[in-house]
Every structure is written in C-alpha cells, then in structure tokens.
C-alpha cells in the first residue's frame, strides 16, 4: 500500500511542502548549470537555502515566536522577515 496515503492532513501538508522546496531547488540547479556552470550552481544553491529559511521564518512568524528569535535561528534580518 502507498505510504502516503496514510498520512493525516497535517503530514500529507508538511509531504507536500517539502516535495515543492526539492523540486524548487532541483530546478534552481538546472537552470544554474545551463545558464553559468560552476558559479550558477553555487548561486543556485544559495537562492534555495534562501528561499527555505524564509518558509521556515514564515512558519515561526504564523506560530507567533518573536522577531529576535526568528532572526537567530534563520539567519534572516529584520527586514527579511517583516517583508514576509
């Protein structure tokens, strides 16, 4: 039987979410290869670190945690994080 079909809403979400971020960074790699070798793939890499912490700052933002917290453990500053 498929795994997937027994997760719970809440699992199949956070499944979901995380299918997305590897298909998202899987492109940005491709297109970093095809558009600057070495140098794009680093860029790349970093755009899809980037794009992760800032869901992971969104998600701390919904649950409420404060801006100082959500700074220290992201890496992301004020700015960053209010723009979200």
Do not use: C, H, W
């Amino acid at each position: 039987m498929n795994e997937i079909a027994k997760f719970d809403p809440e699992e199949y979400i956070q499944y979901e979410e995380s299918l997305k971020f590897y298909r998202d960074l899987k492109n940005s790699l491709e297109t970093a290869r095809e558009e600057g070798g070495e140098e794009g793939i680093e860029e790349g890499l970093k755009e899809g670190e980037k794009k992760k912490q800032l869901e992971i700052a969104r998600g701390m933002k919904n649950d409420g945690l404060p801006i100082d917290v959500i700074m220290k453990y992201t890496g992301l500053g004020k700015d960053e994080i209010d723009g979200i």
